[in-house]
């Protein structure tokens, strides 16, 4: 075994072996009942997203409910229209560690930033609500990679025990012991 060998040693362990992130910024169009006179409010809920590991980057696939509060007939009624819409986001991973020893990864997905209304208008020619929505994740490759470590064959020895134990000694005989006393006492 030559002395490089005896030095290092390889271990296999899970870690974080790539990393990206993406900013989307999408432009739904919504038909409601009515023809659209103004929109008096706009919000995403029930956020639901599943990442898959593809080579190279990860897909992070998902839906979202638009509701949009709008009046119509010259403004002298209102409604609310719901619409669930799907997305498809390829995240490139920016930093990929090569080393990686399968494809059998785990995929860790956090938003960044929550699919939010920016804007919601009506269309140009009257029918339809265009609303901008935005949304940012953060994904994270987990799987098992080699990270060599330095060994130490000689061990590590505290041949000055004694001493430091000494030091301790010394430090605590500073310490005025009525002082605890005296303060529980009043």
Not at 88 to 106: F, G, I, M, P
Request: hydrophobic share 30%; aromatic share 8%; glycine share 4%.
């Amino acid at each position: 075994m030559s002395d490089y060998e005896k030095a290092f040693r390889e271990i296999i362990t899970k870690a974080v072996c790539g990393k990206g992130k993406k900013f989307s910024q999408t432009a739904h169009s919504i038909s409601p009942t009515h023809k659209p006179s103004s929109i008096l409010g706009c919000w995403v809920i029930n956020h639901k997203y599943k990442p898959h590991y593809k080579k190279d980057c990860v897909v992070v696939e998902g839906s979202y409910d638009i509701n949009i509060w709008y009046s119509h007939s010259n403004n002298s009624k209102t409604e609310v229209v719901s619409e669930t819409v799907h997305y498809r986001d390829e995240v490139t991973l920016s930093k990929k560690d090569k080393n990686v020893q399968s494809n059998n990864n785990d995929i860790a997905c956090h938003p960044i930033q929550e699919p939010n209304s920016l804007e919601a208008n009506v269309s140009p020619n009257g029918n339809k609500i265009v609303v901008q929505v935005e949304r940012e994740f953060l994904v994270e490759v987990i799987g098992e990679t080699k990270v060599k470590v330095q060994v130490d064959d000689d061990g590590f020895i505290f041949e000055d025990d004694d001493e430091w134990e000494n030091e301790l000694d010394e430090a605590f005989e500073d310490l005025d012991s009525d002082f605890l006393v005296d303060e529980l006492e009043e």
